[in-house]
């Protein structure tokens, strides 16, 4: 399908293990997706929920998981061949459709991370952390952090990354530094910034609000279900019945206590607070199909990436492609 060097191949090998789910007799009837997920990620919140209530076989689903080691990984189980569908932001399919790629994307999750402050910080707006030392969870080419920037130039006539301190690294050790006292806020992803918020942590600025102040709205699902158009219908993958399995298991998170409840183990809260924040955070997120609205929107987001010059991010020679998403 793709061509990729021996080490990304081995890396892709070792970072995968294929687990089906179904009874033979669902997998004799019914040709296999491969969806990656990350254990005790959102991905498998939803996989557990599907399998629960019985949604796979409502749908004739037969869903084989690949587990991979982190969330990089994923792309390279895509582009390796080792699995079918993916779950990442359409920034990076975006920029695989540029090389030529036949990628397409459906929406997952809304949900975005959050700037958060302890508690009693006199911290009370964004301008309130000139000098003050800033986790950003991932790198200086997060989309969270490109756009947070882009935010503060917008709002304050300045550059957040000239102002504050930015401190970066994974959301784990970022997460720690900040409970340890020894950073004065953070950038976080959405499912860390709930449980800081439950642990009694304040939320000085959304994402999606920065979003929104940018000038884009409706605030486009920046992460989605993505794979190859050509794989998918060369061998007949159904990922369509996957994504109706998405909506079912959705409306039951959306509604449903009972299934959060359920869903303790793979979650591992430290408070029945810190599972309501989660289940919150989560059901903010969830989208309904991708139309117009939301096409225009990411066009918007992206050229918004491109004028920002984050070739990174985005990618030198890439352009917005409508055909990228499936409505």
């Not at 079918?84 to 030529?100: C, E, F, P």
């Not at 009693?120 to 000139?130: F, G, N, P, V, Y």
């Not at 939320?203 to 709205?217: A, F, N, R, T």
């Amino acid at each position: 399908m793709i061509d990729l060097t021996r080490r990304q191949a081995l890396t892709a090998a070792a970072a995968l293990a294929t687990t089906a789910v179904l009874p033979r007799s669902a997998r004799a009837s019914a040709k296999p997706v491969r969806l990656t997920s990350v254990k005790f990620g959102s991905v498998s919140w939803l996989i557990e929920t599907i399998r629960a209530e019985g949604i796979d076989k409502k749908h004739g689903l037969n869903l084989q998981v690949i587990e991979v080691a982190n969330n990089p990984a994923a792309p390279i189980a895509l582009l390796s061949g080792s699995a079918d569908v993916i779950v990442s932001d359409w920034t990076w399919a975006l920029r695989q459709r540029a090389k030529g790629y036949d990628l397409k994307f459906a929406p997952y999750s809304a949900a975005l991370g959050s700037v958060m402050v302890p508690k009693d910080s006199t911290i009370k707006s964004l301008a309130d952390l000139k000098g003050k030392r800033l986790g950003v969870a991932g790198t200086g080419i997060d989309k969270s952090w490109i756009l947070l920037r882009a935010y503060s130039r917008e709002k304050l006539g300045k550059d957040i990354a000239n102002f504050a301190e930015p401190i970066f690294g994974a959301a784990p050790l970022v997460t720690a530094e900040f409970n340890g006292g020894r950073l004065d806020a953070v950038l976080n992803f959405w499912t860390y910034a709930a449980r800081l918020q439950a642990s009694g942590a304040r939320q000085l600025l959304s994402m999606s609000d920065v979003v929104k102040g940018l000038g884009v709205s409706p605030t486009p699902a920046l992460v989605g279900f993505i794979w190859s158009d050509k794989e998918v219908k060369d061998n007949s993958i159904p990922v369509d019945v996957l994504l109706s399995a998405v909506v079912d298991a959705n409306a039951v998170l959306a509604k449903s206590n009972a299934a959060w409840t359920r869903l303790k183990p793979l979650i591992r809260p430290k408070s029945d607070a810190e599972l309501a924040a989660i289940r919150d955070y989560y059901r903010s997120g969830i989208t309904g199909p991708w139309g117009s609205q939301e096409t225009a929107a990411a066009k918007k987001l992206t050229n918004l990436l491109i004028d920002l010059g984050d070739a990174e991010l985005v990618g030198d020679g890439t352009r917005f492609d409508q055909n990228l998403f499936h409505t």
